[in-house]
Structures are given as structure tokens and as C-alpha cells.
């Protein structure tokens, strides 16, 4: 890849998005805009040629790079007649979207579900927990409960049959006989 100065303006227009968003979602920037620059490098990368590219410290990076692949949505990949240590992105961007949702869920979601399930019984037994509380507890995690279980399902889909499913959108909402 070329050095920041000689990263096209969409290339660079891209990174510095996706580096942005990365922060709304609760990532490091550097982190999202590593992600961005290999996920639109046509070959895999060493730490050095990121450095370079983004002008970002080697220790970043590298730090970087871990994060990624323990979200594993990168993975570190050998070149043929070079000892270091290349990077690539997952670029199937169905199979990332699925892998990032799963991630979260496994952060995020999982011990959401954990903790309401044990507030729940809690309160059950709790004399001093208001019925109210006890039934919007209940009802959280009922929502949890039935979103997750209906993931589990979708999260085995082909991602021909996902496709199709995500562009039906309106056409499933009038066969359900939904509005608008």
C-alpha cells in the first residue's frame, strides 16, 4: 500500500470514515482505521507498510493488530520470500458482518442476558423489589431472550439465503400484513 500522502483521496476519504464510526461503536480509531486500510488492500500487509500508510506508531499497530484478531476479523498470513508477518482482512463482508455480531454478542449481549436472568430470580424471591421492576426485568429479558434465539437461527443461514431474506424487507412487511 502507498504511504498517506499517496493513499487516494477515497481511500483516505474511507479510513478516516471508518475510523469515525469506529468511535461511535465503541472502538478504538486506530483500530477501525487499521481495519479499513486492510480491508481494501488487494494484498496483505506487514506492520511496517500500516505505519506507513496511516502514520500511526509502531506500537499502535501492533496493538492494533491484536485487537483485530481477536475479533477475528483479521488474521496474520505468511508471503512467500518474506519473514515478517503480513496481515489481511476477513473481506467477505457477510461473513465479517456475522463475525462482529457474534463478537458482540459475546461481549455485549451474553452477559446483558446473564445478569437479567439473575435479577429476575432475585426479584422473585426479593420481597423488598416492586412488582414493576420485577415484571420490566422479566420482559428485558424475554426480548433478550427471543432476539438472540431468533440470531441463533438467521446466524446459520447461507449467506445467499441471508441476502435474499435482508433485501425482502418490504415485501416481508406486507406479507405479515404490516405498515408503512
Same mark, same amino acid.
Given at each position: 500500500? !502507498?504511504?498517506t500522502a499517496s493513499l487516494s483521496s477515497v481511500q483516505q476519504k474511507f479510513i478516516l470514515h471508518?475510523?469515525?464510526?469506529?468511535?461511535?461503536?465503541?472502538?478504538?480509531?486506530?483500530?477501525a482505521q487499521i481495519h479499513a486500510l486492510l480491508?481494501?488492500?488487494? !494484498?496483505?500487509?506487514?506492520?511496517?507498510?500500516?505505519?506507513?500508510?496511516?502514520?500511526?506508531a509502531r506500537s499502535n499497530v501492533s496493538n492494533s493488530l491484536k485487537e483485530l484478531q481477536g475479533w477475528g476479523i483479521v488474521k496474520r498470513v505468511h508471503v512467500l520470500g518474506d519473514s515478517r508477518d503480513h496481515f489481511e482482512s476477513m473481506k467477505d463482508v457477510w461473513e465479517m458482518f456475522r463475525v462482529v455480531l457474534d463478537e458482540r454478542k459475546k461481549r455485549e449481549i451474553d452477559p446483558t442476558i446473564t445478569l437479567l436472568r439473575a435479577c429476575v430470580a432475585e426479584a422473585e424471591k426479593d420481597k423488598e423489589t416492586d412488582e414493576y421492576t420485577e415484571q420490566k426485568l422479566r420482559e428485558l429479558a424475554e426480548f433478550f431472550d427471543t432476539t438472540t434465539a431468533w440470531y441463533g437461527q438467521i446466524r446459520l443461514w447461507p449467506t445467499?439465503?441471508?441476502a435474499k431474506f435482508v433485501k425482502a424487507g418490504d415485501k416481508i412487511r406486507k406479507l405479515l400484513g404490516v405498515g408503512g
Open positions: 500500500m !502507498k504511504h471508518w475510523g469515525e464510526m469506529g468511535i461511535r461503536w465503541g472502538i478504538n480509531r486506530t483500530v480491508f481494501i488492500s488487494p !494484498k496483505p500487509l506487514n506492520a511496517e507498510d500500516i505505519v506507513q500508510a496511516l502514520n500511526v445467499v439465503a441471508l
